[in-house]
T-cell receptor, first 115, second 112 residues
Framework: DGGITQSPKYLFRKEGQNVTLSCEQNLNHDAMYWYRQDPGQGLRLIYYSQIVNDFQKGDIAEGYSVSREKKESFPLTVTSAQKNPTAFYLC??????????????FGEGSRLTVL | AQSVSQHNHHVILSEAASLELGCNYSYGGTVNLFWYVQYPGQHLQLLLKYFSGDPLVKGIKGFEAEFIKSKFSFNLRKPSVQWSDTAEYFCAVTGHAAKIIFGKGTRLHILP
C-alpha cells in the first residue's frame, strides 16, 4: 500500500535532549512537509522540501532541523533549542509540481512529549 | 506572505442544518485552495480543492466551496449536515512554490 509512515507514534524525551522523528513515503512524491499541530493553532509549517538535497524553512523553523538525502525520506530533528517541543507532528507529501501542487497526503503523526 | 484566516473556531449545529465555514486568504498571486478534514482519531484528508476553472467546486460527502477572487475567500458549504460530519476542518492555500499554509481550523460539532 502506498502511503506515508511516521515513527515513532509516541515519544517522550527529557529537556535538553534532541530527538529525531522519521517520515518515509513510497508515493514517489517530490515534495515533503513537516507541520506541527497544536490545539487552536491549526497546522504550522516547520520545513518543506521540493526536491532531494534541498529544503526551505517554514513559518516556525527555529529549534528544528531536517535533511532530505533520499526522495522517500524526510526526517525531522527537534533540538534542545526548541522552547515548546511538546506537540503533535505531522509529515506530508505532495506531487509537488504543476497543477497538483498542494494536494497533501498525511502520515498518522508523531506525538512528542517533553518531560 | 501567505496567510489563511478561518473565522469560526467552533461551530455547533443540529443535524439537517445548513453549514457555511468561512476562509479568507492573503496572497497576491495565483493560488490553489483546499479544504481538509480531520475526523476524530483519523488522518487529515482532502475534502475538496480549487486549482482553476469553475469557482464552485464539489468535494466528497456533499461538501462544496466557492472561490471568490475579489473577496479572497473560499468558504465551505453543505446544505444539510449529518452527525458524521463532526470533525475539524482546515482551509489551506498554496501560492509561492510548494509552500502550503493552513488556517487554524474549525471544530464542527453536529448534535444528533
Amino acid at each position: 500500500d502506498g502511503g506515508i509512515t511516521q515513527s515513532p507514534k509516541y515519544l517522550f524525551r527529557k529537556e535538553g535532549q534532541n530527538v529525531t522523528l522519521s517520515c518515509e513515503q513510497n508515493l514517489n512524491h517530490d515534495a515533503m512537509y513537516w507541520y506541527r499541530q497544536d490545539p487552536g493553532q491549526g497546522l504550522r509549517l516547520i520545513y518543506y522540501s521540493q526536491i532531494v538535497n534541498d529544503f526551505q524553512k517554514g513559518d516556525i523553523a527555529e529549534g528544528y532541523s531536517v535533511s532530505r538525502e533520499k526522495k522517500e525520506s524526510f526526517p525531522l530533528t527537534v533540538t534542545s533549542a526548541q522552547k515548546n517541543p511538546t506537540a503533535f507532528y505531522l509529515c506530508a507529501s505532495s506531487i509537488g509540481q504543476g497543477a497538483n501542487t498542494g494536494e497533501l497526503f498525511f502520515g498518522e503523526g508523531s506525538r512528542l512529549t517533553v518531560l | 506572505a501567505q496567510s489563511v484566516s478561518q473565522h469560526n473556531h467552533h461551530v455547533i449545529l443540529s443535524e439537517a442544518a445548513s453549514l457555511e465555514l468561512g476562509c479568507n486568504y492573503s496572497y497576491g498571486g495565483t493560488v490553489n485552495l483546499f479544504w481538509y478534514v480531520q475526523y476524530p482519531g483519523q488522518h487529515l484528508q482532502l475534502l475538496l480543492k480549487y486549482f482553476s476553472g469553475d469557482p464552485l467546486v464539489k468535494g466528497i460527502k456533499g461538501f462544496e466551496a466557492e472561490f471568490i477572487k475579489s473577496k479572497f475567500s473560499f468558504n465551505l458549504r453543505k446544505p444539510s449536515v449529518q452527525w458524521s460530519d463532526t470533525a475539524e476542518y482546515f482551509c489551506a492555500v498554496t501560492g509561492h512554490a510548494a509552500k502550503i499554509i493552513f488556517g487554524k481550523g474549525t471544530r464542527l460539532h453536529i448534535l444528533p
